[in-house]
T-cell receptor, first 113, second 114 residues
Framework: QQQVKQSPQSLIVQKGGISIINCAYENTAFDYFPWYQQFPGKGPALLIAIRPDVSEKKEGRFTISFNKSAKQFSLHIMDSQPGDSATYFCAASKNTGFQKLVFGTGTRLLVSP | DVKVTQSSRYLVKRTGEKVFLECVQDMDHENMFWYRQDPGLGLRLIYFSYDVKMKEKGDIPEGYSVSREKKERFSLILESASTNQTSMYLC?????????????FGDGTRLSIL
């Protein structure tokens, strides 16, 4: 019930293409769904996040789509660039003061020039 | 800009040693976390702390302990290091108040236990 399942494990996309990473959860108490981006040698950093009261959130080339009934959410990267090559983690948390996150297993994205 | 500093980027220790990993944050955050990151397993929570001297077990606390004597500093302790604790360790912090806030991560300590 605490797990967040993420797929694919790795992804290769051509420059200019669309990258799509999917996550699914079981715990209906989760109500905050962030995505973190991690470059080699660095810690993860928040990329974009969504609450379940909306079905989509867009920030620049990055969009989260959220399907509450299916308990799934996904990250879309439009016009993917080589600089987007990184590992992406989805996560989920309940709205408590502890801000405790459950992370997916990560997707290594490579955008080829 | 929030800064979370982990004392070592790389550390090599021997089986059975007591190992200390240190983390300092400069934003007066209430919550601090220790994760380990392993390929194919993502980030797994070891311990977290929501106040000075307060701690809570995460998902994989066995073999670890923590200490938070000052608000800005959160230490992870491997009581008797074993080879299966070879991993990347990440520290994070966030404010405890209100709506969910970003967790700010350090750049990690890659620990090898020989």
């Amino acid at each position: 019930q605490q797990q967040v399942k993420q797929s694919p494990q790795s992804l290769i996309v051509q420059k200019g293409g669309i990258s799509i990473i999917n996550c699914a959860y079981e715990n209906t108490a989760f109500d905050y769904f962030p995505w973190y981006q991690q470059f080699p040698g660095k810690g993860p950093a928040l990329l974009i996040a969504i609450r379940p009261d909306v079905s989509e959130k867009k920030e620049g080339r990055f969009t989260i789509s959220f399907n509450k009934s299916a308990k799934q959410f996904s990250l879309h990267i439009m016009d993917s660039q080589p600089g987007d090559s990184a590992t992406y983690f989805c996560a989920a948390s309940k709205n408590t003061g502890f801000q405790k996150l459950v992370f997916g297993t990560g997707t290594r994205l490579l955008v080829s020039p | 800009d929030v800064k979370v500093t982990q004392s070592s980027r790389y550390l090599v220790k021997r089986t059975g040693e007591k190992v200390f990993l240190e983390c300092v944050q400069d934003m007066d955050h209430e919550n601090m976390f220790w994760y380990r990151q392993d390929p194919g397993l993502g980030l797994r929570l070891i311990y977290f702390s929501y106040d000075v001297k307060m701690k809570e077990k995460g998902d994989i606390p066995e073999g670890y302990s923590v200490s938070r004597e000052k608000k800005e500093r959160f230490s992870l302790i491997l009581e008797s290091a074993s080879t299966n604790q070879t991993s990347m360790y990440l520290c994070a912090s966030t404010t405890g108040a209100g709506a969910p806030q970003p967790q700010h991560f350090g750049d990690g300590t890659r620990l090898s236990i020989l």
